[in-house]
């Protein structure tokens, strides 16, 4: 039976335009589904956008436009992000769905039946941008610290949910479900503190979905927006539940490493496998924010830029920690590494490989220990290290053509002008050989990519006359079939 492979990506408030923080998010998650489908897993990817937060209801009253029309506006956006980053997503999930509204009643419910749902006066700071309440000593300087604004504090009748019951699980959980470790390190120490049932209702809130059985209160969003990855699944849920990889960005770890495990063992279902937590795309070391205008819009750097070179601009910067980005740093990884270096690769073998042919030999250009590598580090989640060891095989692939020189001998120029022609030959058929090796080494390096950059590799398989499967990294190059001078892969910018 195939394994399934069931990866997601956290769901974006629609109150505004992507920002480029969506777009790396998920290509990473695409990477990974594609990398799982090449090892020939059933993977479902799901993405999504939440609806029914708050701030969506702000951010379109203060645009002065209905909620509804607002939020079907800005979903549209994303769903213009996923189609130009190329994604692979299997669906696309919007919260005001009617199906996601059943899915998230049904597991209150049983989230009551199990008698971890109480009903109390609560008072305290709530952080609309964050949707959630914090408790003083949470705060920096009394600012949430994600949004370094001052909460409000808000008073009202509420559910909670008995989160301080599951202590114990969670503590045994997180270090085996969290990572990196350093994520879960921080969540395990909140943990480990002082654990408090969290409020789940919101009083007379008129936007979201409503409390099973009293309607006077809607279902804190935050409840509501963890379950998408189990409605999302629609009627595949016995197939796909539970999630091999959930992947979020580190402002969200708490809610998704903590508050998420704990509804589903209230409500009797199996824990997803991992959480991946990464890290934010900064401007010069700062949070890109709009407050600071300095915030990237993906969607006109992908009018801009090929979808491929925004693709493995992302995905070269490092997983775990915060990485600079802007758009120097697409000009500079898309000349430098893809013209220059894959681009001129593939466009100088294949244009000598059309001249004079390829002829079957055993090659020197091994992969299985790149392919070894990437695995390691594709386990570890580190696609930045992925590339980085393509790279140096393609370095030296790159090294390889400058020392064998393949089209020297073909030169009428060429010296050693003494040799016979019985030896010549010979010559002309080991340049052969050589460019069959360089053919099988891009064949290689393009598998390998093709999770980063799928269309380019898409375009050098049939440039290569090979398959993009791990199954064909093994096999031989097709020598019958001729290869053509490549077009232009990436245009020096
Ligand atoms: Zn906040």
């Not at 199906?99 to 597991?107: A, F, K, L, S």
């Not at 007379?204 to 006077?216: E, H, L, T, V, Y």
């Not at 930045?384 to 030169?411: A, C, G, M, R």
């Not at 990519?449 to 590799?457: C, D, V, Y």
Request: with cysteine.
């Amino acid at each position: 039976m195939t394994k399934t492979f069931y990866i997601t990506t956290a769901i974006d408030y629609v109150n505004s335009r992507p920002h480029v923080g969506h777009a790396y998010e998920k290509v990473l998650a695409d990477a990974i589904a594609r990398w799982n489908r090449l090892n020939k897993k059933d993977v479902f990817f799901l993405t999504g956008v939440d609806e029914n937060a708050q701030k969506n209801v702000q951010a379109a009253e203060k645009a002065g436009i209905p909620v509804k029309e607002f939020i079907d506006k800005n979903a549209e956006l994303f769903i213009e992000l996923c189609k130009k980053l190329n994604l692979s997503h299997d669906d696309f999930i919007r919260t005001t769905a009617k199906e996601h509204t059943i899915v998230v009643q049904r597991i209150v419910k049983k989230i009551i039946e199990k008698g971890d749902i109480y009903k109390a006066k609560y008072e305290g700071l709530y952080c609309v941008g964050c949707e959630t309440y914090y408790t003083e000593n949470e705060l920096i300087d009394g600012k949430c610290p994600e949004h370094n604004k001052i909460p409000e504090l808000r008073k009202e009748d509420a559910y909670f949910f008995k989160l301080s019951k599951y202590k114990k699980e969670l503590q045994k959980l997180i270090p085996q479900y969290v990572t990196p470790e350093s994520k879960a390190h921080e969540v395990l120490n909140r943990v480990n503190g002082e654990l408090n049932d969290i409020c789940i209702s919101r009083h007379k809130a008129n936007w979201g979905i409503d409390f099973p059985n009293d309607k006077k209160f809607k279902v804190w969003v935050w409840i509501d927006a963890l379950i998408n990855y189990i409605s999302g699944l629609k009627d595949k849920e016995e197939v796909y539940w539970p999630a091999q990889l959930h992947v979020v960005g580190k402002g969200i770890n708490w809610f998704h490493s903590v508050i998420w495990p704990a509804m589903l063992i209230s409500a009797d279902y199996k824990l997803p496998e991992k959480l991946l937590v990464h890290g934010y795309l900064t401007t010069e070391g700062k949070k890109m924010s709009k407050s600071l205008g300095n915030v990237i819009d993906p969607l006109e750097l992908l009018n801009k830029y090929h979808a491929d070179s925004v693709r493995y601009s992302l995905l070269r910067c490092n997983v775990f920690d915060d990485s600079d980005f802007s758009e120097d740093i697409i000009i500079e990884r898309h000349n430098n590494e893809l013209a220059n270096k894959l681009g001129n690769l593939v466009s100088r073998v294949s244009t000598l490989a059309e001249k004079y042919g390829i002829e079957k030999t055993k090659s020197n250009l091994e992969i299985d220990k790149t392919l070894k590598e990437v695995k390691e580090h594709f386990n570890n989640y580190e696609l930045h290290k992925v590339l980085e060891v393509i790279f140096h095989y393609i370095d030296k692939t790159n090294e390889y053509i400058q020392e064998k020189k393949p089209w020297e001998v073909h030169s009428p120029q060429r010296e050693a002008p003494q040799q016979s022609e019985e030896a010549h030959s010979k010559s002309k058929s080991n340049s052969r050989k050589v460019l069959y090796e360089l053919s099988v080494a891009i064949k290689n390096a393009t598998i390998l990519l093709s999770p980063f950059i799928p269309s380019t590799a898409e375009r050098i398989a049939k440039t290569f006359n090979f398959k993009i499967s791990l199954d064909d990294l093994e096999k031989p190059l097709d020598v019958k079939s001729k290869i053509n001078k490549s077009e232009i892969l990436f245009q020096k910018i």
